[in-house]
């Protein structure tokens, strides 16, 4: 596992990142709330990074272009284009698997895949966005590593009907085959977050599907109860970093 030598300056990070790559890498997909809407407001991101979120050498970002970057917030700014992008669980996230693991982790890499206003349909094998996920977490590993999780929020689209919301379990589970298939990862984790919004009036069913899937390696954690924006459907700054930390967590069972 490589550490950095205590003497390099922060002056040597950027040119390090092309051989290092990333280790550890984690995909983030879904939509909104996994893209990051907390801070907007009125179509503005406020700017506000809180402690946890804060940029960290060892924390890499994949950016639209395929390449590795030191990651920062907006981590999904060049992935949900068509939408002003926030503060979103992803670095919350890897902070807290850094700080719990310590140097029994390497560098820890971030690939945003998430786009807001998506159903689970729009990810089925073989859509653009399906196809662009897989892709980007292929060409994550050009430099070497390891893909450790997916990491999934998304479903607020699916509430709005009730066959939609009826055909989300089998939607997700086909989607988590598929994507152990293609990434020649039969056991790859899977962690979902329970919902904690909807677009529609069928929240509880989609969460009742949610909770319902018992898979290997799938886990499920709950999003319900953190505070909302004024909206009622998207993620608080301050809630999108107590969700990232349950994400971390939860991928670190024994920590």
């Not at 988590?176 to 984790?189: A, G, N, V």
């Not at 999003?223 to 909206?231: E, N, Q, S, V």
């Amino acid at each position: 596992m490589f550490k950095l030598i205590p003497w390099f300056s922060m002056l040597f990070v950027a040119d390090l990142i092309p051989v290092l790559g990333a280790k550890d890498i984690f995909i983030l997909a879904g939509q909104s709330n996994m893209a990051g809407r907390g801070g907007v407001n009125h179509g503005k991101w406020d700017g506000n990074v809180p402690p946890e979120c804060q940029p960290n050498p060892s924390i890499l970002r994949f950016t639209a272009n395929l390449a590795w970057e030191e990651a920062r917030e907006p981590l999904h700014a060049d992935i949900d284009v068509e939408h002003v992008c926030g503060i979103g669980p992803g670095m919350a996230f890897a902070n807290e698997i850094i700080r719990i693991h310590g140097s029994g982790i390497g560098v820890v890499g971030l690939v945003p895949c998430a786009i807001g206003g998506t159903s689970i349909s729009k990810w089925e094998k073989g859509s653009h966005l399906y196809n662009q996920m897989v892709m980007r977490a292929i060409k994550s590993l050009k430099d070497g590593g390891t893909i450790r999780a997916i990491l999934w929020y998304q479903g607020e689209s699916d509430t709005v009907t009730k066959l939609n919301a009826e055909a989300y379990r089998g939607k997700l589970v086909k989607l988590i085959q598929d994507l152990r298939f293609d990434l020649k990862l039969p056991s790859l984790p899977f962690i979902q977050v329970g919902l904690a919004s909807g677009e529609g009036k069928y929240v509880e069913t989609v969460r009742e599907a949610q909770m319902g899937i018992k898979m290997e390696n799938v886990k499920f954690v709950d999003a319900k109860g953190l505070p909302l924006k004024a909206d009622h459907l998207h993620l608080t700054t301050i809630s999108e970093v107590k969700l990232g930390l349950k994400l971390a967590r939860a991928f670190s069972p024994k920590h």
